[in-house]
């Protein structure tokens, strides 16, 4: 039961050092119909991310265990004062994206991911949190590192492809050469593919990159379709589904009932009062504000 626990103490240490007056847990919901339908390939072959990394443990996990776990922790977190999305046929990315560019757009957010496509988020109200860096990274972090801004974070990543969902980008490129030959990415201007496009065609002699740049256009939009978050691929019923759900949320604590969850699972060394200490900061009048920030 490593990755149960080590999930609990990570969002027990986030929560701490953040102080939030709301969380949301976004589960997968089996992967997008859409874009699976858009590149059948896509996520072809990709390994569940072990639940035990959260333990910093090397503990072997079978299909079996992983999915006991999730199941576990999904009840688990139902004692906890933080709201579970979960759609099915859809991603917790595009849940996450929904949230963050509709419903609470006008509100300050961090996302806690180690996933790039996070970055493209980023804004004067939306931060990260890295879980490999364990630190609050800012839109302005992510150009340092990048030189890339991150409403054209997406773009980018079009190109250069993304080999941990199978999406082949345009071989010998990455965010490095991406940023250097196309410098306008880390301009405030959110740029276009067809700006892109022309760009690279009208420096051709300049360099074979700008040539496989513009051989592989129509690579670039089909990625572009598969990288790019707003929350356009879910349906209307699935918008309906989480709308629901943060709508009706009340956030409440049950420590009788997670104690007896972490009994069950044969669990005794875990500090259920300290954990719900770090959880004081949670609002605990149900949140009323999903109609004014609904996009």
């Known amino acids: 039961m490593g990755g149960c626990v080590g999930f609990l103490k990570t969002l027990k240490r986030i929560v701490t050092e953040i102080q939030p007056k709301f969380v949301v847990v976004a589960w997968e919901g089996g992967g997008s119909s859409r874009r699976r339908s858009i590149y059948p390939d896509y996520k072809l072959g990709r390994r569940p991310e072990k639940l035990?990394?959260?333990?910093g443990d090397d503990i072997?996990?079978?299909e079996e265990n992983r999915k006991h776990q999730m199941l576990s922790l999904l009840d688990m977190l139902k004692s906890v004062p933080v709201c579970q999305v979960y759609v099915p046929d859809c991603e917790g990315d595009d849940i996450i994206a929904f949230l963050c560019k509709g419903y609470f757009r006008q509100a300050e957010k961090i996302i806690v991911s180690s996933d790039k496509d996070m970055y493209q988020l980023l804004n004067e109200k939306?931060?990260?949190?890295?879980?490999?860096?364990k630190l609050v990274l800012s839109k302005d972090d992510?150009?340092?590192?990048f030189r890339i801004k991150t409403h054209n974070f997406a773009m980018a990543k079009s190109i250069c492809g993304d080999p941990g969902d199978n999406i082949p980008g345009i071989k010998g490129l990455g965010f490095k050469t991406v940023s250097k030959k196309i410098p306008f990415l880390g301009g405030d201007s959110e740029v276009l593919i067809d700006e892109v496009i022309s760009f690279c065609h009208s420096r051709m002699p300049e360099s074979s990159i700008y040539k496989r740049i513009v051989e592989n256009e129509s690579v670039i939009r089909r990625n572009w379709k598969l990288i790019y978050l707003d929350g356009s691929m879910l349906s209307a019923t699935q918008i309906s589904k989480v709308q629901h759900v943060i709508d009706t949320f009340a956030p409440h604590t049950n420590r009788i009932a997670l104690i007896k969850s972490l009994v069950k699972e044969g669990i005794g060394d875990f500090n259920v009062e300290d954990f719900f200490y770090a959880f004081r900061c949670i609002d605990h009048a149900p949140y009323a504000g999903g109609e004014q920030n609904a996009g």
């Not at 035990?52 to 333990?55: C, G, K, P």
């Not at 992510?142 to 590192?145: H, K, Q, R, T, V």
């Open 52 to 55: 035990n990394r959260f333990y």
């Open 126 to 133: 939306t931060k990260i949190y890295s879980l490999h860096k």
């Open 142 to 145: 992510i150009f340092d590192e």
């Open 60 to 62: 072997p996990e079978s």
